[in-house]
């Protein structure tokens, strides 16, 4: 019913940045709030940020002040605008999303983000 594709992965040196975009297609309407997780080697998936569709985001606290999550609802897309990157970031990111007809959670297929000098 919604299909996410990530995109925007790639290698970068610490204290880079990177942008990373996720397009929503299909049941669009049906979407409520979208997020990003991710999950490093060896560990699990974990919340980075999440955004309503109108409204205040919210962040975890490893990335509060160096990522924005920001949504175009006209494109259907979210973005994650990411500063200042650490090794620690190194993870592959996926793009969710949250249904409110059926309550059902979509996952994207995740991008890589490589943080290394």
């Known amino acids: 019913q919604v299909q996410l594709v990530e995109s925007g992965g790639g290698l970068v040196q610490p204290g880079g940045s990177l942008r990373l975009s996720c397009a929503a297609s299909?049941?669009?309407?049906?979407?409520?709030?979208m997020g990003w997780y991710r999950q490093g080697p060896g560990k699990e998936r974990e919340l980075v940020a999440n955004?309503?569709?109108?409204?205040?985001?919210l962040y975890a606290d490893s990335v509060k002040g160096r990522f924005t999550i920001s949504r175009d609802n006209v494109k259907n897309t979210i973005y994650l605008q990411m500063n200042n990157l650490k090794p620690e970031d190194t993870a592959v990111y996926f793009c969710?999303?949250?249904?409110?007809?059926?309550?059902?959670?979509?996952w994207g297929q995740g991008t890589q983000v490589t943080v290394s000098s």
């Open positions: 299909g049941r669009i309407l049906n979407i409520d709030r």
């Open positions: 955004i309503p569709r109108s409204g205040s985001a």
């Open positions: 969710h999303a949250h249904t409110l007809i059926d309550m059902y959670n979509y």
